[in-house]
């Protein structure tokens, strides 16, 4: 099934044409580009807060909050423009960000989030792993640094066997089917030996190909340290690897853990969010 509804995070980013580009370029003949811009206002607080008519001060800080979705909402619709876009529309999200983009998105094929930036808003920083948490769709994360041009032409998808991992390459179809090349990477490390026996006896190369995609598959071993904190290698093993075989686009499920573990062990996830150069592909 194509993307033919794709919503687009829209926020005051310096690099927010970088997320519509890649939309706009994914989206089928007669697709639809969404602008969503929140307020950042949760939409449970609403119903606690006095009427607006009641609280001039409330009223001026939401219409404050609403026009700066507005003024992000116009750069969209400037951008659509630009790039010749035949149907989109503009969404003020009276709602938390995260919260509110996750929402919006089940009513979408493929929602779109930038990569959180290095001298960005604190409260930003944690958007992207939200929506990839709660938004029940596929999230594609576009990184504000690294070329973007024929993102999709060839894509490199991580493959462990998981639940995780097999739901990020079914919704990828429509990128997989359209790309000129698509890779499959296996990484194992000694203290997990049962990840690649698990990833070759689910081998999904036979179900690719009756979806007319042809892939390659290759399996990577990784050097394991007696620390807790080496999980993070497959990520970096993973960013490596599409650097240096040209890949631009990755593909891979999103494992997450309680705060408290994810801050012990790190994970993959994170890492690959955190230093991605080029768009993922992620589903939980």
């Known amino acids: 099934m194509p993307f033919n509804t794709i919503l687009v995070h829209i926020d005051d980013s310096p690099y927010l044409a970088r997320r519509v580009d890649v939309a706009a370029a994914l989206a089928p003949p007669g697709g639809h580009l969404i602008g969503a811009a929140a307020t950042g206002v949760s939409r449970f607080l ?23 979705a507005r003024t992000a909402l116009a750069s969209f619709s400037q951008r659509c423009g630009e790039l010749g876009v035949a149907s989109f529309e503009e969404r003020i999200v009276d709602d938390d960000t995260a919260a509110g983009i996750s929402l919006h998105a089940r009513a979408a094929d493929l929602v ?10 604190p409260a930003n920083a944690e958007i ?3 929506v990839i948490t709660h938004a029940g769709r596929p999230v594609l994360v576009v990184p504000w640094a690294g070329g973007l ?3 999709g032409q060839h894509i490199l998808v991580s493959w462990d066997g998981g639940r995780e991992a097999a ?3 079914q ?27 698990d990833a070759l006896a689910a081998d999904p190369r036979p179900w690719l190909a ?11 071993a990784v050097e394991h340290h007696m620390r807790l904190s080496r999980r993070h290698e497959v990520g970096e093993r993973l960013l490596s690897l599409a650097t240096e075989r040209g890949h631009d686009m990755l593909v891979m499920g999103a494992h997450g853990h309680s705060r408290l573990r994810e801050s012990l062990l790190g994970g993959v ?3 690959v969010l955190a230093s991605m150069t080029v768009p993922v592909l992620m589903a939980h």
């Open 210 to 220: 009756r979806h007319g995609i042809e892939a390659e598959l290759s399996v990577h």
């Open 171 to 197: 919704l990828a179809l429509p990128l997989l089917k359209a790309a000129r090349s698509v890779s499959i990477a296996v990484f194992e490390m000694p203290a997990t030996a049962h990840t690649a026996a």
């Open 128 to 130: 992207p792993t939200a």
């Open 149 to 151: 041009a024929g993102a």
């Open 46 to 68: 609403y119903h606690s807060m006095p009427p607006e008519q009641d609280d001039p001060t409330l009223a001026l800080h939401l219409d404050m909050l609403r026009e700066q």
């Open 112 to 121: 779109v989030v930038g990569q959180a930036e290095p001298d960005g808003k």
């Open 167 to 169: 739901r990020a390459m």
């Open 269 to 271: 996830t994170r890492t």
